[in-house]
């Protein structure tokens, strides 16, 4: 053991936070739990996981579920991708590889949606691989530690964080290792207010002796956001005395991939001049009257690399806008997945009308 890896074991042993996806080494648990903290943070995908495992216990339950099901459980989560990736792999790997979990860095990386990072944690945590598993967290401790004058999430910063581990994992427990950088980056070594007194490596650290941690890691170029707007036209009819709703499933290649929505029409500017235009046009799908735009509801919705500005409009559609839409039953749309601003509208502004005689039919 060397003067980073004894007093780092030793404070992990002692202060890991009690997560349930630290109970196990079952490759198959520890995959999913990295899929669902890819992109979400540790308090909110505790519940997702703990619903996720308890839905699909098993690689074999997964890969036999539909894919509707699997977005119902990952419903609200976003970045609905992972779930795809996890769907399409659970298949791969149950029909595909008679049933053997991949097991090494090099054969998880092959599975879709698996990079450096998910591969190099689950091949260290199941199976004791000694590869660094390097994210956010790993990059600011080791950036304070050696004061490394590389951007965050550079390739950079990322290849010298690997030399510095490198030594650290061949010795014994890489999983525990990686597991002990994630955790002191996430609960001690925060982004703003690193906590040094706690820290098992202030002895170490040259920000720390120099007074300079708020100064590392230094600040990564903004991504480019993407602004959209979406004008849903929702249509509540009754079919058979039953209300019902339009909806349609989103295709491959772009956000949402799978879940449904109202019919929408995506448009290059707010919906006061061309997005009106549009909506004129669907005359001749049955729209009778004009929709007011005024009276639409307006929400707007960040993703990490979109914006989203949703217009929801009241219409009086009588037919589909396209084929793929299906009237679906208000009592039945618990059974398909829906976006968060779709989920959010139908919970806020209609289910309240249905379950109160509903007064838009
Ligand atoms: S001493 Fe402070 S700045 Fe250095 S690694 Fe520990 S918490 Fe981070």
């Not at 739990?33 to 992109?39: A, K």
């Not at 002191?184 to 690193?194: M, Q, S």
């Not at 920000?207 to 602004?227: D, E, M």
Request: hydrophobic fraction near 35%; charge should be positive; include cysteine.
């Amino acid at each position: 053991m060397n003067s980073f890896t004894t007093p780092l074991l030793k404070w992990f042993q002692h202060s890991k936070r009690d997560l349930p996806w630290r109970q196990t080494t079952n490759p198959y648990l520890i995959w999913v739990s990295e899929i669902i903290l890819q992109q979400t943070r540790v308090d909110q995908g505790i519940s997702y996981y703990e619903k996720f495992i308890k839905t699909f216990p098993t690689l074999a339950h997964l890969a036999n579920a539909s894919f509707n099901d699997v977005l119902l459980v990952w419903q609200g989560l976003g970045y609905y991708r992972r779930a795809q990736n996890l769907h399409n792999s659970a298949k791969l790997i149950f029909n595909t590889l008679p049933f053997r979990f991949p097991s090494t860095y090099v054969e998880l990386k092959k599975l879709d949606g698996i990079g450096d990072y998910t591969a190099a944690a689950i091949a260290s945590i199941a199976f004791q691989e000694p590869v660094a598993a390097i994210d956010g967290n790993v990059m600011r401790v080791w950036s304070r530690v050696f004061c490394l004058s590389h951007p965050m999430n550079s390739p950079q910063l990322k290849k010298k964080c690997s030399e510095i581990m490198e030594p650290l994992l061949g010795e014994a427990h890489p999983g525990d290792i990686n597991q002990a950088l994630m955790e002191l980056g996430a609960t001690v070594c925060k982004p703003g207010d690193p906590m040094c007194d706690q820290c098992p490596l202030k002895q170490l650290c040259k920000a720390h002796q120099s007074g300079n941690q708020r100064s590392y890691p230094l600040k990564a170029p903004k991504p480019k956001t993407r602004t959209r707007f979406f004008l849903f036209l929702v249509n509540l009819h009754l079919r058979d005395q039953t209300p019902c709703i339009w909806i349609e499933q989103r295709g491959a290649g772009d956000i949402w991939q799978g879940l449904y929505q109202f019919p929408m029409i995506e448009t290059n500017a707010p919906p006061d001049s061309e997005s009106l235009a549009h909506i004129e046009h669907l005359t001749s799908m049955g729209l009778t009257e004009k929709p007011d735009i005024q009276k639409a509801v307006y929400v707007k919705h960040k993703l990490t690399h979109q914006t989203l500005h949703c217009w929801f409009i009241n219409t009086n559609l009588e037919k589909p806008l396209t084929e793929s839409c299906i009237s679906l039953p208000m009592s039945e749309t618990h059974r398909f997945a829906f976006p968060r601003p779709i989920l959010n509208y139908l919970h806020t502004y209609l289910k309240p009308e249905i379950e109160s005689d509903c007064t838009f039919c």
